[in-house]
C-alpha cells in the first residue's frame, strides 16, 4: 500500500509551458521530499508535455491531459480529484516556490493541525517574457505564524465592506483560499461529497474558499512570503478580464453553457462587467445550497457591491461590442431600488477603496523604517536584510540584481532574505 503523502501540489494548466517548467523546476528543488505534483494539461495552443516529460522519472509528479479543452473550474475539479495527499494545494503556473516552502508548510502543520493554512507571496516582475527573466525585491516582512478566524473571514467576505482585495489588508487576500494555501483533504472531499465537486464556476478559487472557510475551525498564517509571483503585461487572466469586456465575455461564454441565463441570474442582473458581481453571485449560489456550516446566518452585501461595480466600471479599457451606457444604466435603476441607509453604504465605498489602496504595515517599505534616497546596487539578501532590520532602513524598491534576473535567483534571493531576516528577527 502506497504511503499518503503529506500534501498535493496540483497544477491546473494551460499554454505555459515554459512557466510551468520554471514552476515544477522550484518544486523540484524542494528540501522536503513528502509531496506529489498533479499536472492536468488543459492546451488550447501549447501543450506542456514537452518540458514536463523529464520530470516524470521522478513517481511523485504526475501528468494528465485533457483530451479536448474544458473550463478552468473544470480543470481544476479533475485535477484535484487525483489529489491523495493529507492536504491539498492548488497552484498555477505563475508560483515559484521557495526551497524550503513545503518544509515550513508541514511544521505548521504537525505542530498545530490546521483545516487551513495561507502564505505570503512577493513579486516577480517578468522582463523578458522568452528567457523568463526580470526584477524583484523583497515586498513583504516576515512576522510569526498566527492564527485566524474562518468564521471571521467568511463573513468578512460576504460582508463586501472591504473590495476582493485590498492591499491594506494585503496579507489577507489569501485567507481559507486553496491557491496560495493549503486545505485539509479531508475537508475538501467533504465539500465534494455534499455538493458533487469542489470548484464551482465561475470563480473557482473564491467559492472553494467560502465552502473551506465554512466547514474549518482551525486556520493558520504562516506569516511568510513562501513564493514568488510572476507578474507583468498579458500574463494575468485576472487582470485583462478585469479591463477587457471582450476578454471576459469569451472567458463567460467558455465557463458556462447559457450565457444570456448567465447574466440574467446575476444579483445585480445583467450586469457583468468587473469581478465583484460575478464572485458574489458565486457567493450567493453557495449559500444558497449550504445546509450546514457558518454561512446559514450570514448575508450577502448587496448595497456594498454596489459601490464595488462603480468602481470597476472605471477600470474597463476595452468595451469590444458593448455599451458602456447600457451598465450604468443598470447601476442607478438597481441603485434607486435601494433604502437610505443602503445608499449611503455605496456612496461611501469610493472612502472605503482609498483606504484599501493604502499600504500594508507587512510590506517592507511601509513597516516604520527610514526610507533611504539612494540604492546599493546588487546587494546581497544578508546586507539587505541586516539594513532593514538592524539599521532599520529602507532602500527604493528596484532591483536588487546588477542586472536581470532568473526566476532561480530571484527565488534564491527570497529564500536567503527571508532566512536573514527570521534570523535577526528572532523568528523560528
Known sequence: MEKTPFISIVLPTRDRAKLVEQCLTCIKQQ?????????????????CSEVVAPFLSDPRFKYFRQPQPVSMPDNWEYAAEQATGEYVTVINEKFMFRPDAFSVIQRLAKDRNPDII??????????????????????????????YSAEIELKRRLDFIEPLFSRHQQHKNGYGKIYSGCVKNDIVREVRALYGRVFMPMSPDFTSMICFLNLSENCIDVGQSLMLVVSGSNISNGVTTLKSVRAFKKFIQETVPDFD?????????????????????????????????????????????VGWAKEELHLVEDWGDEDRTHFESVLTDFYSGLTQSERNLVDNIAVENEH?????????????????????????????????????????????????????????????YNKESRKILGLL
Open 118 to 147: 495561507s502564505w505570503q507571496f512577493d513579486y516577480f516582475e517578468l522582463c523578458d517574457h522568452e528567457k523568463i527573466t526580470g526584477s524583484y525585491h523583497p515586498l513583504l516582512k516576515p512576522v510569526e505564524p498566527s492564527c
Open 356 to 416: 484599501h489602496r493604502a499600504a500594508c504595515s507587512r510590506e517592507i517599505y511601509h513597516s516604520g523604517l527610514a526610507k533611504a534616497d539612494y540604492f546599493i546596487e546588487g546587494i546581497s539578501a544578508r546586507q539587505l536584510a541586516e539594513l532593514h532590520w538592524l539599521k532599520k532602513v529602507a532602500l527604493p524598491r528596484r532591483n536588487v540584481g546588477l542586472e536581470e534576473l532568473t526566476v532561480s535567483e530571484a527565488v534564491d534571493y527570497l529564500y536567503q
Open 31 to 47: 528540501d522536503f521530499a513528502d509531496y506529489e505534483v498533479i499536472i492536468s494539461d488543459n492546451p488550447v495552443a501549447e501543450s
Open 261 to 305: 441565463h448567465y447574466r440574467s441570474s446575476l444579483v445585480i442582473a445583467d450586469f457583468w462587467v468587473g469581478h465583484s458581481v460575478f464572485i458574489a453571485s458565486d457567493y450567493q449560489r453557495m449559500k444558497d445550497i449550504f445546509d450546514k456550516g457558518k454561512i446559514s446566518n450570514m448575508q450577502l452585501g448587496i448595497a456594498s457591491l
